[in-house]
């Protein structure tokens, strides 16, 4: 009987550990969820997707920046605290940029 008792234990203490670690982690407010990608060439940042929104700032040629979401040809980015809407042809996703132009003295600017 006490062996019985002691398998079907078991059985429930590792049911138990499956069902908890198949539950969804649940996410940090702070979590940085956002994916690593590089400018391509020097960028005008905009507050919103498309050509024809109002300029808020310019990136730097082989800048790294974090990429939020993707809309379309338009993709909203962040650095630090700063963020707006760039081209999406013109950024890398990976280790780094595929075209690097750097002027030198270069770092991002924000009006």
């Keep these: 009987m006490f062996k019985a008792a002691s398998r079907l234990?078991?059985?429930?203490?590792?049911?138990?550990?499956?069902a908890f670690s198949a539950l969804p982690a649940q996410a940090n407010a702070?979590?940085?969820i956002s994916t690593r990608a590089f400018t391509n060439r020097v960028l005008t940042?905009?507050?919103g997707p498309g050509g024809d929104a109002l300029a808020v700032g310019v990136l730097?040629?082989?800048y790294r920046v974090?990429?939020?979401?993707?809309?379309r040809l338009w993709c909203n980015v962040h650095?630090?605290?700063?963020?707006?809407?760039?081209?999406?042809?013109?950024?890398?996703?990976?280790?780094?940029p595929h075209t690097i132009y750097?002027?030198?003295q270069w770092t991002y600017?924000?009006?």
Excluded: E, I, Q, T
């Design 79 to 96: 650095v630090g605290r700063h963020h707006g809407w760039v081209w999406l042809y013109a950024l890398s996703f990976g280790a780094g």
């Design 9 to 18: 234990m078991l059985s429930l203490a590792v049911a138990a550990g499956l």
């Design 102 to 104: 750097v002027p030198s």
């Design 60 to 62: 730097p040629g082989g």
């Design 45 to 47: 940042v905009y507050n």
């Design 66 to 71: 974090a990429v939020d979401r993707c809309s």
């Design 109 to 111: 600017h924000w009006w």
């Design 30 to 32: 702070d979590a940085d």
